[in-house]
């Protein structure tokens, strides 16, 4: 059985950091590429980043560019989402998605694979 398991997540003041996880079991994605998605109080869930297979190339969404970086390690077979820079208006929770494919997706349809979600709060 396929698992994304996020960790991570909690309450931050703004301008902090927050190092998000996402481990894979059940199979490996090695050559497929992830990505991070959020949902914030009220809105639909929206794409934040992603990343290729080998990591080679990666996709933010506007907000977050220069303040979030993507990254993976095959070895642990593990997904991760350094986030500085937070503001409140990161608040959400942030789900980790993988999907069949070697290229990157912003399309939240293209992932059959996701996590249940980490929470993360940042306070003014």
Not at 1 to 23: D, I, Y
Not at 44 to 59: L, M, P
Request: net charge neutral.
């Amino acid at each position: 059985q396929v698992q994304l398991v996020e960790s991570g997540g909690g309450l931050v003041q703004a301008g902090g950091s927050l190092r998000l996880s996402c481990a894979a079991s059940g199979r490996t994605f090695h050559t497929d590429a992830m990505a991070w998605f959020r949902r914030a109080p009220g809105k639909e869930r929206e794409f934040v980043a992603s990343i290729n297979w080998n990591g080679g190339s990666t996709s933010y969404t506007d907000s977050v560019k220069g303040r979030f970086s993507i990254s993976r390690n095959h070895a642990e077979n593990t997904l991760f989402l350094q986030m500085g820079s937070l503001k409140p208006e990161d608040t959400a929770v942030y789900y980790c998605a993988a999907r069949t494919h070697f290229k990157e997706s912003t399309d939240i349809s293209d992932y059959p694979y996701w996590g249940q979600g980490t929470e993360v709060t940042v306070s003014s």
